[in-house]
Each structure stands twice: as structure tokens, then as C-alpha cells.
């Protein structure tokens, strides 16, 4: 199985960097992880104008990985869904992007161009946290399918 997860952020060194190495790692059993990190002159460009502009281009800039897979969004907006529903979520796919928007989320019509949207929870958290969380659900819904005792 192919994992994309494609996100608006600054391609930098960070202090996360070693955890979603050891994520990735931990998944690689299951899936191969691509991790895909966006940030234009257009999206800094945009940033400036407002909201509307900042989503547009990063709708745009997500146009080159569409229809790759089975396409899941994050969005604060969308659906809670707990470990065991994740876990359904990833089930029996062959590639599955998930997609994490800018600082002011994602276009509407992206949403609706999803296979699913779903939230990580009420909170809000950095793109970089989002990112961990994401790679540790990924594991731990891994873990579900193969009744690998992580997920107790």
C-alpha cells in the first residue's frame, strides 16, 4: 500500500523530524509512506491577499496529486471519527492520500472532491502535530487490522 500525505507547510528541519522517522518506520511493515510538503511563492503570495486567495492556492497547488487514491482530507470541520473507524478507513486500499491544508484550511470545493473528510479532534494543533498524530493513527490503525496489541 502507497501513503501519501501531502501538506501545505514549509519544506524545514524539525524538532519532529525524528518521530515521524521512527512513525514511518514502524508503518513501513504495512505501507510505504510519502510525505509531501507544499509551500509556493503563489501560496506566500496569496497568504498576503486573504483567506479566499490562500485556499484557492493551495487547492491549486494540490493539483498535481489528485485522483492518485483514495482521497482523505483533514479538516476541523470533519468527521471525528475514533481509532477503530480509522482503522476501516485505511482498510483494503491501495493508495490513500490524505491532505493537510494551510493555515486557513481547505477550499470547499476541495472538501467535496474528497473520498472523506475527517477531523483529528476539536483542538487545534500546529500542521507539524497534525502530521504526527496522523502518522501515529496510521500505525495504531494498522495495528487494529493485524490485532497487534499497540493499539490496547
Known amino acids: 500500500m502507497n501513503i501519501d500525505i501531502i501538506s501545505i507547510a514549509k519544506k524545514?528541519?524539525?524538532t519532529y523530524d525524528p518521530l515521524y522517522k521512527e512513525l514511518e518506520k514502524m508503518i513501513s511493515?504495512?505501507?510505504?509512506?510519502?510525505?509531501i510538503e507544499l509551500f509556493s511563492k503563489e501560496i506566500t503570495k496569496a497568504h498576503n491577499i486573504g483567506?479566499?486567495?490562500?485556499?484557492?492556492?493551495?487547492?491549486?497547488?494540490?493539483?498535481?496529486y489528485d485522483n492518485k487514491g483514495y482521497v482523505v482530507?483533514?479538516?476541523p470541520d470533519g468527521k471525528l471519527i475514533d481509532s477503530f473507524e480509522f482503522s476501516k478507513?485505511?482498510?483494503?486500499?491501495m493508495s490513500i492520500q490524505f491532505y493537510i491544508g494551510g493555515a486557513y484550511g481547505l477550499?470547499?470545493?476541495?472538501?467535496?472532491?474528497?473520498d472523506k473528510v475527517i477531523s483529528l479532534g476539536k483542538i487545534t494543533m500546529s500542521h507539524k502535530i497534525?502530521?504526527?498524530?496522523?502518522l501515529e493513527?496510521?500505525?495504531?490503525?494498522?495495528?487494529?487490522?493485524?490485532?497487534?496489541?499497540?493499539?490496547?
Open 29 to 35: 511493515r504495512f505501507a510505504k509512506i510519502n510525505d
Open 51 to 64: 483567506v479566499e486567495a490562500s485556499k484557492a492556492a493551495y487547492t491549486k497547488a494540490f493539483e498535481a
Open 130 to 134: 497534525a502530521k504526527a498524530v496522523l
Open 107 to 114: 477550499e470547499d470545493k476541495f472538501l467535496q472532491k474528497s
Open 89 to 93: 478507513l485505511i482498510d483494503g486500499k
Open 12 to 14: 524545514e528541519r524539525s
Open 73 to 75: 482530507s483533514l479538516h
Open 137 to 152: 493513527q496510521i500505525y495504531r490503525g494498522f495495528s487494529i487490522l493485524s490485532n497487534h496489541p499497540y493499539h490496547k
